[in-house]
């Protein structure tokens, strides 16, 4: 059993006050390192959901993702953010949606994967937006002919999404209004990202991504 000598109140004190300091969420073994005392995975849980239950009824409630625990704004106020903040949020083309959703509901898939899916070429624009945003990357490389790379969501794509996991990925048709609400909220500098060039990737008439809602049910 564990013998601490601190309080569980003083240890929510420290984590509160370093969680809203912090601009990327932290797991249990960072927030381990804040104390002197070993605290075990199971006081800090305990903690942490103590202060999550504390924020009931206030405008910012701590949330755990993919990487850890950070407090967010809640949705309901994020128009009063934007009010001091009024930079519009980066819209997104179709043809980026309908390569993002690709990648996060068939997960690990090729440029040709996607390419198959859409009935298009996929624009190097495209990905590399996608990757300086830090949501896809490569984890692999099928082993065919040509050694085609796989591209697959990443942990900051669940955390701007505020999901824990890919279990936790909306309907496919709500992706997108996700995204803009991500998009919309504050979020640490990141590198501009390239406008997508339609010359290259030239829209389809009809959305190809009935196949990928097929997939998805199946």
Sequence with gaps: METSSLDIGHIKRVLEAVLLASQEPLGLPELKQLFDEELSSDTLRRALDELRGDTQGRGVELVQVASGWRFRARPEYQPFIERLNPVRPPRYSHAVMETLAIIAYRQPVTRGDIEEIRGVTVSTNIIR??????????????????????????????????????????????????????????????????????????????????????????
């Design 129 to 218: 937006a996608l990757e300086e945003r830090g949501w896809i990357d490569i984890v692999g490389h099928r082993e065919v002919p040509g050694r085609p790379a796989l591209y697959a969501t990443t942990k900051t794509f669940l955390d701007n999404l505020n999901l824990r996991s890919l279990d936790e990925l909306p309907a496919l048709d709500d992706l997108a209004s996700l995204v803009e609400t991500a998009e919309a909220a504050p979020q640490p500098p990141v590198a501009e990202e390239p406008e997508p060039q339609p010359e290259a990737d030239p829209e389809p008439q009809s959305p190809p991504l009935e196949e990928l809602r097929r997939a998805a049910a199946a």
